[in-house]
């Protein structure tokens, strides 16, 4: 048997990975102690996650040369008795750094954390920097006196990572000679750090396939091609994005998303939909009580899981809270109707729109809100090979 070895892992793609990479033997095995695990269970290799890279070393035979030197462990090959340690983080690092042409020649770097996986980052910048900074919570640079003159932001931390709460650490907003920013995480796609950027962005997943393909080549002595490592990573990404509409009302966003998450075959939600069905309330009750906006949020916010076709509410885009959520793992097509299309068509049962020039109010207000946050515009009569582009296009 083999498996992923860490302390929460509800948030992982591995089993997915490994699964097409013809491994069926593959699983999550959560646990507080290491000690326990050895003595207790039969493998034939380990993935090792969050916490234990570096703890997990001392019940190994023997390491890998840049296990040895980054003093770090993420894959773990059983050899008859003997348990030998290696890091393909450090090879996924830089698959990662090529794969999205990024440029570390004398860059300002700022790596945010301390640990295992902040030490196999540095150890591959070093042979292209020596302007290199590692800010951790209680280190001599922390989060309270960063300078904003860096060029790279490497995240290695979990912070932002799914479910977690503690996704403010730093904004990146006034850092403006930003040209890249890198975070680690693949779960969300595009966590608040990445999101607060106003640069090239790039997440984890691709190192996470990767490593994984140099994990299973261990494994069986059986390399992966390069063409299927891409492969594995351009269709999980695809599977876990949700598509996210947004638009004004009566755009057809409802009739759109119907019909791509039909040919998709992807579960659809209608956020006003689901907003009645939770709350027992039609949305004109909501909206005479003054609490829709409110509603609105929570339920967005509730919204977990990837993969969906999603269509939401006129106004959506009127709270920044709502957009940081819908697009952490979702991707944000604005279809766009011309003013004289949505003015030609009844308003009948819109609790905002009570007459035209009502409607060219909120249009006008809305408009750059929509171009603002869109990841793509499209017409009503689109073509899916749009988005196919778009999220092969090295968006994140």
């Known amino acids: 048997m083999y498996y992923l070895l860490g302390k929460k892992l509800s948030h992982s793609y591995s089993v997915d990975i490994h699964n097409e990479l013809g491994n069926d033997d593959y699983s999550v095995f959560e646990t507080d102690s290491l000690e326990s695990f050895f003595s207790d269970i039969n493998f034939k290799g380990l993935n090792i996650t969050i916490p234990y890279k570096e703890e997990v070393i001392e019940y190994l035979d023997d390491l890998s040369e840049t296990a040895k030197k980054t003093n770090s462990v993420n894959t773990i090959l059983k050899i008859e008795d003997r348990l030998i340690g290696y890091n393909t983080d450090y090879d996924g690092f830089v698959a990662l750094i090529n794969y999205h042409n990024i440029d570390l020649i004398n860059k300002r770097i700022l790596i945010l954390g301390s640990g295992a996986t902040s030490r196999t980052v540095k150890y591959y910048l070093e042979d292209y920097t020596k302007h290199i900074d590692v800010c951790s919570r209680n280190g001599s640079l922390n989060y309270s006196n960063l300078e904003n003159h860096y060029e790279i932001v490497i995240n290695t931390t979990p912070n932002g990572m799914h479910r977690d709460t503690d996704d403010d650490l730093l904004n990146l907003t006034d850092f403006t000679n930003l040209e890249v920013v890198i975070d680690l995480i693949y779960n969300p796609l595009r966590t608040r750090l990445i999101q607060s950027a106003k640069c090239k962005v790039v997440n984890g997943l691709y190192m996470l396939v990767y490593q994984a393909a140099l994990a299973n080549s261990l494994f069986f002595n059986k390399k992966t091609s390069q063409k299927e490592i891409d492969r594995i990573y351009n269709e999980l990404l695809s599977s876990k994005l949700n598509i996210v509409f947004i638009g004004m009302p009566m755009s057809g ?124 515009t499209v017409k009503p009569d689109f073509d899916m090979e749009v988005i196919y582009e778009f999220i092969s296009s090295k968006w994140c």
């Open 253 to 376: 966003k409802t009739t759109i998303g119907k019909e791509v998450a039909n040919t998709m075959k992807r579960e659809f939600i209608d956020i006003d939909d689901l907003i009645t069905y939770r709350t027992g309330k039609s949305i004109q009750e909501l909206f005479d009580d003054k609490i829709f906006r409110e509603v609105e949020s929570k339920i967005i916010n509730s919204i977990e899981g990837s993969g969906k076709i999603i269509s939401t509410g006129g106004g959506v885009v009127e709270n920044i809270d709502n957009i940081t959520h819908l697009r952490k793992n979702g991707i944000l097509v604005y279809i766009e109707q011309p003013l004289e299309t949505l003015l030609s068509r009844p308003m009948d049962s819109r609790p905002l729109l009570k007459d035209k020039d009502s409607l060219i109010d909120i249009y006008k207000r809305r408009l750059p809100l929509y171009n603002s946050y869109a990841d793509i």
